[in-house]
């Protein structure tokens, strides 16, 4: 691989920078952009035309792909905003339904508002009949968010009039069916693997307790509902709502730029969500945490987690963003204690075990010097265990809160004067061009 030496020399005064490309002696003068909150943004989009260079960042460790005025992060301070508003104060004064409207339109509705979005969102959560085929189709264990990818991804099929995303009606219509779809999907996917009946949405019920009607009911017997139950989970999908440019969002939108139908793109969200770097992980913490099984055991298990010849890694901590505590784990990790409290579950070993490992993980030098700290996927687990979701089941419900997140991210993409098709670059060390060889020839 050859390497060009270039230098980066930063000019406060010009408010730009200057890439310098010391073999050549040639200079770029490259603007710097500044948003309303975070660090200044080198604006690269002239550097190939005037220099014939690419920049090389795998991962997109220092690569800004849009400008968004949804969510903002600031991730040494472990301070997370929606539209403004920060994270722990939507948690505990809003409604899920609120943040959807919030992150969707850019303020908080007001009480009509509120009640039209509650409505239009109720009138949309059925779906069409020929969809419950869908499900006859998988196999009785498949894993749920298989089925997700799967029936989201077929959503596009019957939704011909939300096709034309140049329409911010059919846009908005195609965003409310999303939002309302999901949970009855998701529900669907986890009556089928236990072998019980689907039970219809009702629109009498809030968002948070219809989901959770529609996973725990079943026909024969009155469903009650414990508020304490309801209010956790609509509190796990405010925190799940959204988190700007992240690996299911940015795959949303990059699917989205070709044009593609909108419900086709959030089946490749759930796709990318679904790994254990990324929404997975609330699964994986829960299977980790069984396999530690005993606090004797944590000491073994943080060796692995050190060791760099050993792929095991401490699931639920460390984050691409937040070199500080997220705070997304601190209101959740309240909620726990109140979940399990309330369901008379509070000496839960599992609990118990996290709190410790927590603890520990949290004093040791590696996880210190790695800025490595509790993610929002360590927590939730144990709440969603506590009300009754099966392990695999957690992922789906991060699925269903984040479709509002891709949604608006989908909405923002297609509205933005600068959109373009997402087409990175790379940086190629394969063989330069040969002559083909005859198959005969070849030895
Ligand atoms: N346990 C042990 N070591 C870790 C961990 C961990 N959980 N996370 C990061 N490290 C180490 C890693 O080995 C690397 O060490 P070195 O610098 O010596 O090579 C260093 O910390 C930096 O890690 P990285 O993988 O380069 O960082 P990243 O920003 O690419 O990855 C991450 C972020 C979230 C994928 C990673 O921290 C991880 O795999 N965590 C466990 C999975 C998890 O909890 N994911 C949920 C993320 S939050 C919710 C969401 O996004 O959906």
Redesign the pocket.
Known sequence: MSKVTAKIESAAQTDSVTLIDNASNKSVELPLLHGTEGPKVVDIRRLYAETGFFTFDP?Y?ATGSTESKITFIDGDKGILLHRGYPIEELAEHATFPEVCYLLLNGELPTPAEYEKFEHTIARHTMLHEQITYFYRGFRRDAHPMAIMCGVVGALSAFYHDSTDIDDPHQRMVASHRMIAKMPTIAAMAYKFSIGQPFMYPRNDLNYAVNFLYMTSAVPCEEYVIDPIVSRAMDRIFILHAD?EQ??STSTVRLAGSSGANPFACIAAGIAS?WG????G?NE??LKMLHEIGDKSRIPEFLKR??D?DDPF????????VYKNY?PRAKVMQESCHEVLNALDKKDDPILELAMELERIALEDE?FIE?K?FP????YSGIILQAIGFPISMFTVL?AVARTVGWVAHWNEMIEDPHQKIGRPRQLYTGPSQRPYVAREKRR
């Open positions: 991962g460790t988190h992240n690996a969500l254990p770097a990324h929404g992980a994986a913490v987690a050190k760099k890694r401490l699931m639920g901590f460390g984050h691409r997220d590696y790695k490595l993610n929002i996927d360590f991060f």
